[in-house]
């Protein structure tokens, strides 16, 4: 059976169980109607993923993996912070007119910063030193940059990814890890569509890096469950899991900015039936 499937229900449970509760105290995000969205929350629960055993993806519910990857290539390839040039329609309530949220996500990936070996942006920095200095312990990104969140229509979410390079015994490859920071989370509107998004970048970049993908450590500080959630949550843990199914990559592909959806491959993804219309608090 699918052990996303097995960290998911745990989480829920301890969220559920051990969690507290916001009720009555001053919050921010609201319901369509106008009332306040409380939470259930837990601070610090860390997931452990691996991909050299599997892919990480719910069987509970369907997870939209080809819309993760084009999401996902929104912010790290395009580097764009135009909802225009992503096609699903997710970041919709945030952007403005013209289709921008601001300096959010994708354009400070883009933002390059100097070093000696000369002008990079954060993806092609973390792309330089995986292949140039590959056991570095300064890989990352960050899209949380104080000085700019007065002009991101929303603050990130996942905000942070550190590269993390080993190399297991008997094995010629090195082995590509990452840890994804991510201060908030809506636990059934995005957890597994975080956790498949990432694994995608981190197969991804091991693939043009000549390394395979190992391990996703998932941070989060403050991962929670909305009032409205709750009943949703306790139908959604209570059902049957599968087996995970089989992802990979087109191997042809050697250069990051050369990915595309269609190099995503799925294969035996059974499924429990989607969940349609989950409200959503902004």
Known sequence: MSYADQIFKEMCRDIIENGTSTEGEKVRPKWEDGTFAYT?????????????????????????????????L?????????????????????????????????????VK?????????????????????PYSRRIMTNTYV??????????????????NVTKKPG????????????????????????????????????QVCDMVPGELLHVIADAHIYDRHVDIIKELIARPE????????????????AFTTDDLHVEDYETEPQIRDIPIAV
């Open 40 to 72: 259930i929350k837990r601070f610090g629960v860390v997931n452990r993923y691996d991909l050299s055993k599997e892919f990480p993806a719910l069987t509970l519910r369907r997870t939209g993996l080809k819309s993760c990857m084009d999401e996902i």
């Open 74 to 110: 929104w912010i790290y390839q395009k580097k764009s912070n135009n909802i225009h040039d992503l096609n699903s329609h997710i970041w919709d309530e945030w952007a403005d007119e013209a289709g921008s949220i601001g300096k959010a996500y994708g354009y400070q990936i883009g």
């Open 113 to 133: 910063s100097h070093y000696k070996e000369g002008d990079m942006d954060q993806m092609d920095r973390v792309l330089f030193d995986l292949k140039q200095n």
């Open 146 to 163: 104080f000085s700019d969140l007065s002009e991101m229509h929303l603050y990130p979410c996942a905000y942070g990814a550190t590269y």
């Open 171 to 206: 094995q010629e490859k090195l082995v590509l890890n990452m840890v994804l920071n991510q201060r908030s989370q809506d636990v059934l509107a995005a957890n597994n569509w975080n956790v498949c998004q990432y694994a995608i970048l981190l197969m991804m970049v091991a």
């Open 242 to 257: 599968h087996p995970a199914p089989k992802v990979w990559l087109n191997p042809e592909v050697k250069d990051f900015y």
